[in-house]
């Protein structure tokens, strides 16, 4: 079992920055790939950015391309997201998601991803 938490959610305003945090614990060490999710109110879960083990170069989904920035603390078994310029269309509940399926490719998917955090709400105001 892989157990995730999120956090660093908050209200902020348009061309605001805001850096999300993912804590990984349990097994880990079966983690293969690791990516952040997005769902706003009404719409379907969507992909953010993504990055394998082992990966040197995240992926990111093309409307957020060149605003986020996913790194990760090994030591801390942590993974984040920094969001900045944000857009009120950031509007969502952020989550992390891991698989220990494969490490070829960043899957896109929410259905190829095993273990999920619970969410953390990001309002963006405009």
């Known amino acids: 079992q892989v157990q995730l938490v999120e956090s660093g959610g908050e209200l902020v305003q348009a061309g605001d920055s805001l850096r999300l945090s993912c804590a990984v614990s349990?097994?880990?060490?079966?983690?293969?790939?690791m990516s952040w999710f997005r769902q706003a109110p009404g719409k379907e879960r969507e992909f953010v950015g993504g990055?394998?083990?082992?990966?040197?170069?995240?992926s990111y989904a093309d409307s957020v391309k060149g605003r986020f920035t996913i790194s990760r603390d090994n030591a801390k078994n942590t993974l984040y997201l920094q969001m900045n310029s944000l857009k009120p269309e950031d509007t969502a509940v952020y989550y992390c998601?891991?698989?220990?399926?494969?490490?070829?490719?960043?899957?896109?998917?929410?259905?190829?991803?095993?273990?999920w955090g619970q969410g953390t709400q990001v309002t963006v105001s405009s």
């Open positions: 998601a891991s698989h220990g399926r494969f490490a070829i490719r960043v899957a896109v998917t929410p259905v190829e991803y095993d273990y």
């Open positions: 349990g097994r880990s060490s079966g983690v293969l790939a």
């Open positions: 990055i394998v083990r082992g990966g040197t170069f995240p």
